[in-house]
């Protein structure tokens, strides 16, 4: 990520610290959950647990192992990092000494235990309401950073294609795809898929099934580039599509363009998620939009997802620059879990959709035996 975006996130941060009356920022992260560390410092934990510490004077970050200290460092020379092997007793002494009432704590959903337990603990919702509305609304260069991120899902997705042949096992699509990505200098990319009829109904980590005729083959690719991520949903067949296939997908494709249409600045994710849904209900589908058969209509895509998720009761306003990941991804009863979705930038009137693969049927690339 370029020194110039790092700065811009910094000043935003230290804006709206100051309008929170916050003199001092701690915000915690592991390998698993990164995206607020990437927000505050632009740095993803390999291993063990970190803590930065934002403020006026200065910005620290501690982790527990001497390896990731010489790797961040090397990373960034500027950041002051320390390792300690007390990193958690360590970081709750540093927040005892602290001023409850001029600190913030995040992120609420995985910061551990013995420092939520702080007082400072309790500003805990606050500060990460507050980090959310930062990364949800961002600059032109963010959603530029996304828009670059669309551009390889799409041609990541080609590669699946390509690699989509009956009797491969499901891995061998991830792995050939996953070695694609790397060449690409793409260090992350969460994925998951489903093979199979009318029996699947979600989609998992690739497993060894085979793919077999007349397969629905479903995936959602989200590659990261210079930090942010962006998704792409499709659905393939393995073989001529049938005359049931081809009419359920019909309503995924109706559906989605009912979503893109409703996204613009003063809509709400709400609206973008009734939109989809009520597709589904004129279709006689409205049991297949609950929670008994899909989780959501799509989510904010940035340093990771993003804010709310797209649902009917989510009043998150959509404003310019704002990137998500439209998808009314669920299980349809004649032709079994389809997914299809694309990833769009608000725009000052509407929406610009990033994502380039076309929304049809179709089958696998053509590729080697």
Not at 67 to 90: D, I, M, N, S
Not at 267 to 288: K, S
Request: contains cysteine; glycine residues 10%; negative net charge.
């Amino acid at each position: 990520m370029s020194a110039l975006l790092r700065e811009e996130r910094a000043g935003r941060l230290r804006t709206a610290m100051e309008r929170a009356g916050m003199d001092l920022l701690v915000v915690t992260g592991n390998a698993w959950r990164s995206d607020y560390l990437r927000f505050v410092l632009d740095i993803t934990p390999m291993e063990g647990q970190a803590v930065a510490f934002f403020s006026g004077a200065g910005v620290r970050l501690l982790v527990d192992t001497p390896a990731e200290a010489e790797r961040l460092a090397a990373e960034q020379p500027g950041l002051h990092v320390e390792w300690t092997h007390e990193l958690l007793p360590r970081a709750r002494r540093e927040l005892d000494a602290a001023d409850p009432t001029r600190t913030g704590l995040a992120p609420a959903p995985s910061t551990p235990s013995l420092l939520a337990g702080s007082a400072v603990g309790s500003s805990m919702l606050r500060t990460t309401a507050m980090l959310d509305g930062l990364m949800v609304r961002k600059s032109a260069a963010e959603a530029d950073a996304v828009e670059r991120a669309v551009e390889l899902a799409d041609a990541g997705y080609e590669v699946f294609r390509a690699a989509a042949r009956v009797g491969r096992q499901e891995f061998e699509l991830v792995g050939e795809l996953e070695a694609w990505l790397r060449a690409q200098g793409c260090p992350e990319n969460f994925m998951i898929m489903g093979s199979g009829g009318k029996e699947v109904r979600t989609m998992r980590p690739p497993g060894e099934r085979r793919l077999a005729p007349g397969d629905l083959v479903t995936t959602e690719l989200t590659p990261c580039v210079d930090g942010y991520y962006a998704q792409i949903c499709r659905t393939l067949v393995l073989g001529p599509p049938t005359r049931e296939q081809l009419d359920a997908y019909a309503v995924f494709v109706e559906a989605l363009e009912a979503g893109i249409a409703a996204v613009r600045p003063g809509a709400t994710h709400g609206d973008v998620a009734r939109a989809q849904n009520d597709v589904f209900r004129r279709h006689g589908l409205g049991e297949y939009v609950t929670s008994k058969y899909t989780r959501v209509r799509g989510h904010g895509m940035g340093l990771y997802v993003d804010g709310p998720h797209v649902l009917e009761d989510v009043d998150l306003v959509l404003e310019p620059d704002m990137t998500l990941v439209v998808h009314p991804n669920t299980y349809h009863p004649v032709a079994g879990y389809i997914v299809l979705g694309d990833t769009v930038r608000v725009t000052d009137t509407g929406c610009r959709v990033l994502t380039r693969t076309p929304r049809a049927l179709r089958g696998p690339a053509a590729g080697p035996a």
